[in-house]
Structures are given as structure tokens and as C-alpha cells.
């Protein structure tokens, strides 16, 4: 199964990809949505005439293209475009200020940067020779370039040009990643590695086309594009966008649409059940959390009847370790889902390696075997293939360090230590 919107949009046609859920106006009341509804076809449409403009202004194969944006449909359509052209898709947060959007941008070196005409500060502070609006990319734009999917998926293996990067999130620090994120690091991804993500993710927690779940976190974020928007429209699922998280409209759209799971950081999640309307929350079959989450966090759902299943990754590797919920396996172990072998929520577990995922943990430069505690380091199909400016097109089959310490116990679980003081310091706060 490759990651071709074309062959969704052939297969699946009419059914619902995304979900605008943005306010049309920003000067409207809180928890005011908008449903602007994309089909699978609408959004192929949509990526077919970007990829023919980004055409048109001399994008070939192997170029870098960069974003600056909120979540917008027009976001997802323009990675489909550049997988359509060979080129890199490299989106960057809205979240960076003027001062240091520069600095990713000096290191890619883009062929041209697509911006969101509202981020305006950070849109003047883009000095590059091709800058291009999202509304004159779309509206120069022919559709039907005669490019061939499956060729450029062949070009892009052989000259090792990857197909996202993507950079350290400046609002990472509330997530439990370690240390603070570095706007220079980037890690990137090849087509393979996409998919492998988004597989893994698909099997572990058993998504499919009747599940819709909200986009909590940055397009521009490893968890927010590998972990929640691709592996659910490589599903056949349904995404809900809103421009950026705001937990009031985000339950207004779970009473509004069907949404089923919720993929989140601790904030996101800390926020919803603390909101005045979280008996929204109700209608949600499962929830994801990074990390272990907050006891008092997790009670909120369960007391709703929704189980909350923990998970952990980095950068280079967005989901390596995970419970499986909602029907779906372990890694290399195989777990089903429910299984007594399997970590207890609340117990400050994070499960096993996802489906394609190796891990190993290392203490004074050696592999600790069995039970035991060590720096977690991750290998597979599913792992960056390197950092920025690697040269490196065999990186995915190397060990990558996390950086973070974990426990694992005789039945191969996995906890992460140096996150335990992180939950229990949030409990005392609150």
C-alpha cells in the first residue's frame, strides 16, 4: 500500500479526507467552528495544481520546498504535491518568531517558500529570492502535470532525496522530549521511512476509514504530521484542522462531528479535561498521550469511559514506543490489544516498540540485555534517515540515540524514567 493520494482519491472519491474546522472569521466568539469538508478527490485536485505551479516557478525533483503556516488544508495538499514532484516537503512552525525563522531557512536553502498570507510577521521576516502566497500558488496553478507517482518514488530512492524535514518544535518544551528544542536540528524522512510511520502507527492502534480525529499539535511537528495527520488519511480516516489548538473548539468539534480518538501531548490533553465542557469527552473511544500521562489527566477520561493509551518518540522517531488500544498490536512483541501482558494504564508504562520499530537500551557503552535501565536508542525503516545536512543515505539502518533514560521490565515494557519526576511534579502543581 504506497502513499498515493491519487490512487485514495480514485478508490475512496467522495469520502471525507479533512475537516476545516477553523473559525472563518479569528475575530469570532470562542468555541465557534467551521465545517469545511475535502474530500479525498478535492484534496488530490487541490495538490495537483500546486505541484503544476510549484512547476511553473522551476520546482524539480530534489528541490527543498519550505512552509510557513498554521494548519490549513492547503498545508496537507502541498506535501502531496511535492511527493508528486520529487521535492522535499519542509513545513516550519508557526511558532517560530521573525528573529529565528531565518535560521532553518539559511540551512535548507529551499527552492521556494510557500507562505500564509495571515502570518504576517513571520511572513515579512521570510528574506528569500521566491516567496509565493498560498492564494497566487493556487490560483496560478493548471491541474494535470504528467508526472508519474510511482517514478518519482524510484528517482527519490535512488538519489536519496528525502521527502520531509522537519525541525525541532519551539513548543516541545511541554512535551516530554528531553532538552529544549534547537531550531538548527532537523531530521528527515524518505518516502519509505513516511510510510513506515504511518503503517505502525495504523496497525498498532488499529485506525481505519471510520475513525476522525482532531489535529491537536503542528503540521510542522514529527507527531503532529507522522503520528496523527498522514497515518489517519493513509487510513482512509477523516483529519479535523482547526489553525491551532484551542480546547474549546476542539470539543465543540468532537460534539459536532464523529470523532472517535485524540492523539495529544500532556498540555493538549491536560487542557481538555480541565475544560468546563470535557463531558464532550465522552464520545471518544480511545485517547493517545505522550509520555506517561498525569494520573489525574488520565481519571478524567476514564471516569468518561474513554481509555487513555501512553506513548513515546523523538524527533527522528516520532512513535517508537506505544499501548496498544482500540484493536491494534504491539511491536516486536506482538501484544494484542487488551492483553494482561500488556502495560497497565496509569502505571507509568509506554508499552513496546511499534511494528517495524527496533530498540535497544545501552549503559556504559554496552546493550543492556534482559531487564534493566539505559539510554533508549531506536533502528528501523520508520527512523529518520539522518540529520540535517547528513550525507548519509543509509542512516535508517544505523542505531539513533534518543538522548532519553528507560526501564524495561521481564516482560519487555518499556518506562521512561527520566519523565516519572516530570508527572509527578504536574500532579503536585495541581
Known sequence: MTFSLDARAAHWGDRTAVVDVSEARRDEEAETIDRDRYSYAELAAI?????????????????????????????????????????????????????????????????????????????????????????????????????????????????????????????????NRGADPDPDAAVTFSERAVEANCRAVVTTWGLGRADCTPLLLPLSAPDGLLRTALPALYSGGTLLLDRAFDPGDTLEAIRREPVTVLVGRRAELRDLA???????????????????????????????????????????????????????????TEVEAGSTTETEPGDGGVGHPLFDCRVRLVADDSVVEGAGEGRLEVAGPMVADGASGSDDAEAATDWVATGDRFRRDEDGRYYPVDFEDDVAGAVDES
Open 274 to 332: 480541565a475544560n468546563d465542557d470535557a463531558d464532550a469527552l465522552g464520545a471518544l473511544e480511545w485517547v493517545v498521550g505522550e509520555g506517561p500521562v498525569s494520573e489525574e489527566v488520565r481519571n478524567a477520561f476514564l471516569e468518561r469511559g474513554v481509555p487513555v493509551a501512553g506513548a513515546y518518540g523523538c524527533p527522528a522517531c516520532p512513535t517508537a514506543l506505544a499501548q496498544p488500544v482500540g484493536g491494534g498490536i504491539g511491536g516486536d
Open 47 to 175: 495538490a495537483d495544481r500546486f505541484a503544476a505551479s510549484l512547476a511553473d516557478r522551476d520546482v524539480d525533483a530534489g528541490d527543498t520546498v519550505c512552509v510557513v503556516s498554521r494548519n490549513r488544508v492547503r498545508v496537507l495538499a502541498l506535501f502531496f504535491a511535492c511527493r508528486r514532484l520529487g521535492a522535499t516537503f519542509a513545513p516550519l512552525s508557526h511558532r517560530l518568531t521573525p528573529k529565528t525563522v531565518s535560521r532553518p531557512l539559511e540551512r535548507l536553502e529551499p527552492a521556494i517558500v510557500v507562505t500564509e498570507s495571515a502570518q504576517r510577521d513571520l511572513t515579512r521576516a521570510v528574506q528569500h529570492a521566491k516567496t509565493v502566497a498560498f492564494d497566487e500558488l493556487g490560483r496560478s496553478g493548471e491541474a494535470g502535470t504528467d508526472l508519474d507517482s510511482a517514478t518519482d518514488l524510484e528517482s527519490r530512492s535512488t538519489d536519496g532525496t528525502p521527502l520531509v524535514t522537519l525541525h525541532d518544535d519551539p513548543g516541545g518544551t511541554d512535551s
